[in-house]
């Protein structure tokens, strides 16, 4: 049992079978940014949307958006929506979880790459396909034959270890900011200041930048207080929440040993030298 996906014929990049056509993704990929674009650009389920109404936050003057709304409204998902839909406002926030390997970089927009360790990803993206079920008609699946599917890179965007080394690669880039979800969880305060300062160049003075106020706003406990509807379309009732649990280490919940083994092995292989083998120290089981 798979979860329902489609490969672009041209990339091989991976999509929801339904609701993400091509032409979109086609749109996404030839598009030239402006010096005034900021992108957050993650694999699934890296801490996206925290990320995202972070920036919508500093862009609205701290200012929570209203329901009715939702977030892609104002940080919109460029290959889900294409380019026709991006706000005319200037400084604007766009998501993607395009790789540089398909959308390539670019001197002119700032990006904000969020990584998060595999473990915990692989069982956030095993609950979002879950939950998603107009896209990956996936309602019933185990969590046994999703990590099979994301270990063999046959889920979104692909392999998750081809997406961490394109953000990778780039993260000297003067306009690249790489930060991990372990770290923006753990320090809060200490990251955001980082996302503001990296982002503060396109900010007019009079924007409010406070990072009491940003990081209590984004917390996760206000992020689940907010209507659902806020950050996602609808699910099904009794599947799980969009804004689920938000916690490190998940994973141990899930993982038998010989899962822990695998990924560990997977993960030692593909990364080891790089220097993004030192991204996560505890993935023990």
């Known amino acids: 049992r798979h979860p329902a996906y489609k490969r672009h014929p041209a990339t091989g990049w991976i999509l929801p079978k339904d609701d993400f056509p091509f032409s979109a993704l086609e749109d996404a990929m030839s598009y030239n940014p402006s010096d005034t674009d900021i992108f957050v650009m993650t694999y699934p389920k890296c801490g996206t949307t925290w990320v995202q109404y972070m ?8 200012e929570p958006f209203c329901t009715g709304h939702k977030l892609g ?28 390997d398909i959308f390539p970089w670019s001197a002119k927009p700032r990006y904000i790459c969020v990584a998060r360790n595999p473990k915990d990803c692989c069982v956030s993206l095993y609950h979002h396909v879950r939950g998603f079920a107009r896209y990956y008609h996936y309602e019933d699946g185990e969590f046994d034959d999703f990590f099979e599917d994301f270990m063999e890179g046959q889920v979104d965007c692909g392999d998750y270890f081809d997406h961490l080394s394109s953000l990778w690669n780039h993260r000297d880039r003067p306009n690249v900011l790489f930060i991990t979800y372990e770290d923006l969880s753990e320090d809060t305060p200490s990251v955001a200041r980082r996302i503001v300062e990296h ?4 900010l007019p003075d009079s924007w409010k930048t406070d990072i009491a106020t940003l990081v209590s706003r984004s917390s996760f406990s206000a992020m689940r207080a907010e209507d659902p509807s806020k950050w996602s379309s609808s699910r099904p009732e009794g599947m799980p929440a969009f804004i689920r649990r938000g ?39």
Not at 199 to 202: S, T
Not at 268 to 277: D, P
Request: proline share 5%; hydrophobic share 40%.
């Open 55 to 62: 920036l919508y936050l500093l862009l609205h003057d701290l």
């Open 199 to 202: 982002v503060r160049p396109l």
């Open 247 to 285: 916690v490190v280490g998940d994973w141990k919940n899930y993982f038998t040993a010989e899962q822990s083994r695998r990924m560990d092995e997977k993960f030692e292989k593909r990364l080891s030298g790089t220097g993004a083998e030192n991204l996560w120290s505890d993935l023990s089981f």
């Open 73 to 100: 409204d104002f940080v919109p998902f460029i290959e889900k929506c294409g380019t026709d839909n991006l706000p005319d406002a200037a400084p604007r926030a766009i998501k993607t979880h395009m790789s540089f």
